[in-house]
């Protein structure tokens, strides 16, 4: 492949990635409001659906998002990917979300078709699987974005049980004492127990209000505690005492699992280690000698870093199924 053209296809791409990049910056500024006038804005809208109700519908979303989500619709794929952003507290619709990955895609092709410059079917080899890399990195960061937040709200929880029912023993009902959670309690405590609040305020049972926050954060703990909260409305009870049995367990839960963490940290270090150990040294080895290792990537030679890679991702999921152990 002529030097010329490789300089086209690279300007026309990077072209394209600035005008993704400039379209959901834009959008992500045309968003910003005041944390007040959200609030107001969602005590007096419409709720279709109170599971996403973090994510609201804005006419200035950019016209290209709108499309794209119109494209994917009601499929099983944007409602997954719904589903996670909001997990992930991501105020972000579905369209916009595609455009990130598609964006990250292209950046991620662009910078694979520069380490493998030196001929036309090594630039393309890496610059698709670069690509495919790119297109999952914005996928696990938001995975990892929520399960620190769940992390961090069941962390909460114990503390929180305990603040719920020293206000139901001081004689608050049990949606005053939510609204002291919410006003009280850091985030993400605050901010789950405030959209619990708001959709009982825009009328939706206490009961939905609190199966659409276990929907949001998925836990044990969690489903715990609103299990014993709709049990005790339903046949009474003192739910003071109750929580404190509750928030008790969980708390020593946490305590159990947070040792357990320590325990097999120096585990899971080494298995990232381990796992990224041959990869940055090869890619390392290709920038610096490609002439070198451009002879790995031609039939039948090239089945061994296909193999090689397939028994790393193998070797990577057995040590975490190894250090992952429930309480």
């Known amino acids: 492949m002529s030097g010329q053209l490789l300089s086209i296809i690279v300007a026309a791409m990077v072209f394209c990635s600035i005008a993704l990049l400039y379209l959901g910056i834009r959008s992500a500024r045309a968003r910003a409001a005041t944390p007040e006038m959200e609030d107001r804005l969602e005590r007096f809208g419409q709720l279709t659906d109170p599971f996403v109700s973090g994510q609201p519908e804005r006419e200035s979303r950019s016209m290209l998002a709108v499309q794209v989500e119109k494209a994917v619709g009601d499929r099983g794929f944007s409602v997954l990917t719904k589903t996670a952003l909001v997990r992930a507290d991501l105020r972000m619709t579905v369209g916009e979300w595609i455009l990130v990955r598609i964006g990250s895609a292209l950046v991620f092709f662009l910078l694979g078709m520069f380490l493998g410059r030196s001929s036309l079917f090594v630039a393309l080899l890496f610059g698709l699987l670069m690509a495919g890399l790119g297109w999952m990195v914005p996928q696990f960061y938001l995975s990892y974005r929520a399960k620190r937040r ?21 004689g608050y009902s049990l949606m005053q004492t939510m609204e002291l959670v919410a006003r009280e309690s850091p985030a993400p405590m605050s901010e789950e127990f405030g959209r619990v609040v708001r959709e009982v305020g825009l009328g939706i049972s206490p009961n939905q209000a609190l199966n659409n926050l276990l929907r949001r954060i998925p836990s044990e703990d969690l489903d715990l505690l609103i299990s014993a909260i709709n049990i005790q409305h339903e046949v009474g009870g003192n739910l003071g005492q109750i929580l404190d049995i509750i928030g008790e367990t969980i708390r020593e839960r946490v305590r159990i699992q947070g040792e357990i963490g320590v325990l097999t940290a ?23 000698n490609t002439s070198y290792m451009s002879q790995m990537l031609v039939w039948p030679w090239i089945c061994m870093p296909i193999a090689a890679g397939i028994l790393e991702l193998v070797g990577f999921l057995v040590m975490r199924k190894i250090i992952a152990i429930e309480v």
């Open 150 to 170: 769940q992390k961090l709200f069941v962390n909460q929880l114990g503390d929180t049980i305990s603040l719920m029912a020293n206000s139901l023993r001081a």
């Open 266 to 288: 120096q585990q899971q270090l080494s298995g990232y280690v381990i796992v990224a150990l041959p990869i940055v040294l090869g890619l390392g080895l290709f920038a610096m």
